[in-house]
C-alpha cells in the first residue's frame, strides 16, 4: 500500500532522528578527544584511552538504540490499533495478512531511513560545532578533526534496521484482524491483554531472581576486592533484562496504585482505567521511560556515593577536597546528560502514545461530552492519566536505579579501606529534583496536545462516526 | 392536529428552527422553520425518513449541536444562546441519553455505568436517589451484573444498562436515538415496553428518534418530520397505520 500518511509517522522519525543523530555525535566527539590525546601522548596510554572512550561511547548508543527501537515498537503496536477498521476492510477484499503486514514493515523502513539520515546529518552538525567551540576555548588543539569517519555509519545502519526490526514487531496485530471487524459488527476496540504467557513469564521472573542474586554476590565480592564489580554488573544486565521482559507483570500493578492516590473524582478514576486498558501497551510506553531514569540515576548515585567516600577519605585536606568536589560534579553532570538522552527519547515515545490513545478514543470521549463531562474535566482526565504514567515511571527508575547505583559502588569501594566496608547509598539531591522537575513538565507537556484535541471533540460528530 | 397545544405542561419545544450547514453558495438545509412541542410525561416519537432531519432536531434539542435560527427551550430555559459549559451541565442534569450503538464506558462496570451521571457531577446519589437506581436495576434484571463489563453482556443487556443510565438522575427529558436499532426483534420489545413502561408508571417524558413503524406504535404520539419539516403529528397509532401513513406520504411526493 502506498502513499501512507507520513503525518503519523512523525514522532517516530523523531524518535529515530534522536537515536542517529546521538550515535553520530557522541562516536565523532569521542574520536576527536582521541586524536587530540594522540597529539599529545605524554604517557603512552593514549591508544588505551581512545579505546575506553569508544567503547563506552558504544555502550551508550547500544543502550539508546535499544531505548528507540522499545518506543518505536511502541507506536507502530499502537498506529496498528487505530487502524484496525482499515486493515479489516482491506482483509475482506482479500489482501492477506501477511501483504498487510509487509507493508507495515516497509513503512518501518522508510521511517528508519528518513530519520537515521535527518539524524545523522544534524548530529554531524552538533559534532562540528562542538570542536569549533572547542577550538575557539582552546580546550582541544589545533588539529584537523574528522567530520565523517566510516563507523559513523554503523549507528546509522543501527538505527535503520532495528526502526525496521521495530515496525515488524509492532505490527504483530495486524496478523490478529479479522475481516469482520470492517463490518461494524466490532463495536468497541478489542481489548488488549496481558495474556497468560508462561513461557516469558517464568523467564522474566528466573532472570530477575538470579540476577539480583548474582548481584548481591558481586556486592559481597566486592567486600574483599573491587573485581567484584564485574560479578555485580553481570547481574545487574541479567536482572534488568528480567524486569524489561517483565514489565507487563510489574508496571500494571504500579500504574493502579499511583491512579489510586489521585483520589476519586470521575476524571480520575476513568483516567485509572484508561492508562490500564491496554496493559501491554502502558508498559511499553513506561519500561522506556524506567530505563532512562533508571540509568540516569544509577550513574548519579554510583558517583555521589564514590565522591562521598572519597571525600571521607580526605577530610583532612581542604585543598584536595576541592577538587574532587569539582571534578566529580562535573562527571556527574556529562553522564547525567549522556544517559539523560534515552530519557529524552523515552519521552517522546510516552507524548505520542498518549496522542494516539486519545485520538482513538473520540467516540468514547463524544460520549462523556453527551453525558455531561465538561471540558474542563476532560482536560483534568487526561492529565491524570499522563501523571499517572510518568509517576509510576520516574518513582520505579528512581528506586532501581538508587538499588543498582549503590550495588555499583558497594561492590567497587567495599574493599577500599581495608575489607568489608559498608559503602551507604548517597543521595545526588540536585539530579533528583531535576528528574521529578523534568517529570512534572513531562506530565503536562504530553497531556497539552491530547487535551486540545479531547475537547475539541463535538458530541455530534464523534456519536455520528460509527 | 395538536401541534398548536399550549406551552404549559411542555416540557421542550422549538419555535421556527432552521439549521443550515455548509457556505453561502452550498447550502443545505436540514430544518425548515420547525415548530414543535413534546408533551410532559409522555412518549414520543420522531420519525421521518433518511435525510428528514430528525437527528438533527434531537441533537440541537439535546444542547448538542446549534441552531441556526429559531429557539429552542428545555422546561424554562433557553438552550439557544448557552455556553458550552451550560450547555454540558445541562446534558448532566437535566437530559438523558439512549444510542443506537448503546455507548457505555468500556472501562467502567455496570454499576459505573449507572452512576456515571452522579460521578460528572461529583457527587453520590442521595439515599432517595440511591433507592431509585436500585429499582431500576432490579426491574431492568440487571442486579447480577454489576460487576461485568459492558463487552460481557449482550446487545439488549447493553441497551437495558443505557436505560438505567438515562433514567438514574430522572432527568426532564430523555431522547433515545434508533434504540433498537442493533438488535433483534424480541429484545427490541423488550426495550420499547420498558421505554413505554418509563412514560406511564413513572411519568417520564421521553422522545425517541426513529424510522421503525413497529418502534414507534409503542409512542403515545407520533411526529413526522420530512425534508426538514414538520408534516404530521399523530396520536398512538398501530404499526399498520403508521407504515400506510409513511407509504402514503412517500406517493404523495
Known amino acids: ?466 | 392536529m395538536q401541534s398548536t397545544s399550549p406551552s404549559t405542561g411542555l416540557v421542550a419545544r422549538v419555535d421556527s428552527l432552521t439549521k443550515q450547514y455548509g457556505s453561502t453558495d452550498n447550502r443545505v438545509t436540514a430544518l425548515a422553520e420547525v415548530t414543535l412541542g413534546i408533551r410532559a410525561g409522555e412518549f414520543t416519537a420522531i420519525m421521518g425518513p433518511s435525510g428528514s432531519g430528525k437527528s438533527t432536531l434531537m441533537h440541537i434539542m439535546a444542547g448538542m449541536d446549534s441552531a441556526t435560527s429559531g429557539s429552542v427551550w428545555l422546561g424554562d430555559t433557553e438552550v439557544t444562546h448557552l455556553g458550552d459549559t451550560e450547555l454540558t451541565l445541562l446534558r448532566r442534569r437535566r437530559i438523558g441519553f439512549v444510542f443506537q450503538s448503546f455507548n457505555l464506558v468500556p472501562t467502567l462496570d455496570i454499576a459505573g455505568n449507572i452512576h456515571l451521571p452522579f460521578e460528572l457531577d461529583g457527587r453520590t446519589p442521595s439515599t432517595d436517589e440511591q433507592g431509585w437506581i436500585d429499582q431500576l436495576i432490579d426491574s431492568l434484571g440487571l442486579k447480577d451484573r454489576l460487576r461485568h463489563r459492558p463487552h460481557e453482556l449482550s446487545g439488549g443487556q447493553q441497551q437495558r444498562v443505557a436505560i438505567a443510565r438515562a433514567l438514574a438522575t430522572r432527568p426532564d427529558l430523555v431522547f433515545a436515538d434508533e434504540p433498537t436499532g442493533n438488535l433483534d426483534s424480541r429484545t427490541s420489545r423488550e426495550v420499547l415496553s420498558l421505554l413505554a413502561a418509563a412514560a406511564h408508571d413513572y411519568g417520564q417524558s421521553i422522545a425517541m428518534v426513529t424510522h421503525d413503524p413497529i418502534a414507534a406504535s409503542y409512542a403515545d404520539r407520533i411526529l413526522f418530520l420530512a425534508d426538514g419539516r414538520l408534516v404530521s403529528d399523530l396520536p398512538r397509532s398501530s404499526a399498520s397505520d403508521i407504515s400506510r401513513f409513511m407509504l402514503e406520504m412517500e406517493a404523495a411526493r
Open chain 1, 1 to 466: 500500500m502506498k502513499g501512507f500518511s507520513l503525518r503519523e509517522h512523525v514522532p517516530s522519525i523523531v524518535v529515530t532522528a534522536l537515536s542517529s543523530a546521538f550515535g553520530v555525535t557522541l562516536l565523532l566527539a569521542t574520536g576527536a578527544i582521541a586524536t587530540s590525546l594522540r597529539a599529545d601522548d605524554v604517557t603512552g596510554s593514549s591508544a588505551t584511552v581512545a579505546f575506553l572512550l569508544s567503547f563506552i561511547a558504544w555502550v551508550f548508543i547500544a543502550i539508546s538504540v535499544y531505548v528507540g527501537s522499545v518506543v518505536t515498537a511502541n507506536t507502530f503496536a499502537t498506529i496498528i490499533a487505530g487502524r484496525t477498521r482499515t486493515i479489516a476492510l482491506l482483509r475482506l477484499i482479500g489482501s492477506s495478512a501477511a501483504t498487510q503486514r509487509r507493508a507495515v514493515a516497509r513503512e518501518g523502513l522508510v521511517v528508519g531511513l528518513i530519520g537515521a539520515f535527518l539524524g545523522a546529518a544534524v548530529g554531524i552538525g552538533i559534532a562540528a560545532a562542538l570542536i569549533a567551540v572547542g577550538l575557539a576555548l582552546r580546550v582541544i588543539p589545533d588539529l584537523s578533526y574528522s567530520y565523517f569517519e566510516l563507523p559513523t555509519v554503523l549507528p546509522i545502519i543501527a538505527v535503520v534496521l532495528s526502526t525496521w526490526l521495530a515496525s515488524w514487531v509492532g505490527s504483530r496485530r495486524v496478523l490478529t484482524v479479522s475481516p469482520m471487524a470492517a463490518t461494524g459488527a466490532a463495536q468497541e476496540l478489542t481489548i488488549e491483554q496481558a495474556r497468560a504467557r508462561h513461557g516469558r513469564n517464568s523467564s522474566a521472573v528466573i532472570l530477575f531472581l538470579a540476577g539480583i542474586g548474582i548481584l548481591l554476590l558481586g556486592v559481597g565480592i566486592g567486600l574483599v576486592t573491587p573485581l567484584g564489580v564485574l560479578v555485580g554488573m553481570v547481574g545487574g544486565l541479567l536482572s534488568f533484562t528480567g524486569l524489561v521482559l517483565g514489565a507487563h507483570l510489574v508496571m500494571p500493578p504500579v500504574l493502579r496504585l499511583v491512579g489510586r492516590a489521585f483520589g476519586h473524582s470521575a476524571s480520575s478514576r476513568l483516567a485509572a482505567e484508561n492508562a490500564l486498558r491496554y496493559p501491554e501497551r502502558s508498559s511499553r510506553t513506561t519500561i522506556g521511560l524506567v530505563i532512562g531514569v533508571t540509568l540516569v540515576t544509577m550513574f548519579g548515585v554510583a558517583l555521589e556515593s564514590y565522591k562521598a567516600m572519597l571525600i571521607s577519605a580526605v577530610a583532612n585536606d581542604p585543598a584536595y577536597y576541592a577538587g574532587i568536589e569539582q571534578s566529580f560534579n562535573v562527571t556527574i553532570a556529562i553522564f547525567t546528560v549522556i544517559t539523560g538522552f534515552s530519557a529524552l527519547i523515552a519521552a517522546v515515545g510516552m507524548v505520542n502514545n498518549l496522542s494516539l490513545s486519545v485520538l482513538q478514543r473520540t467516540r468514547e470521549l463524544g460520549l462523556l461530552r453527551a453525558l455531561g463531562f465538561t471540558a474542563r474535566q476532560v482536560r483534568s482526565m487526561i492529565l491524570a492519566e499522563s501523571a499517572q504514567l510518568t509517576v509510576a515511571s520516574v518513582l520505579i527508575g528512581l528506586v532501581l536505579g538508587t538499588f543498582y547505583g549503590w550495588a555499583g559502588a558497594q561492590s567497587i569501594l567495599g574493599s577500599m579501606n581495608g575489607i568489608g566496608t559498608l559503602v551507604p547509598p548517597a543521595i545526588p539531591v540536585p539530579l533528583f529534583l531535576v528528574l521529578i522537575g523534568a517529570a512534572a513538565a513531562l506530565t503536562i507537556g504530553a497531556s497539552i496536545a491530547p487535551s486540545r484535541r479531547a475537547t475539541r471533540v463535538s458530541p455530534v460528530a464523534a456519536l455520528a462516526f460509527e
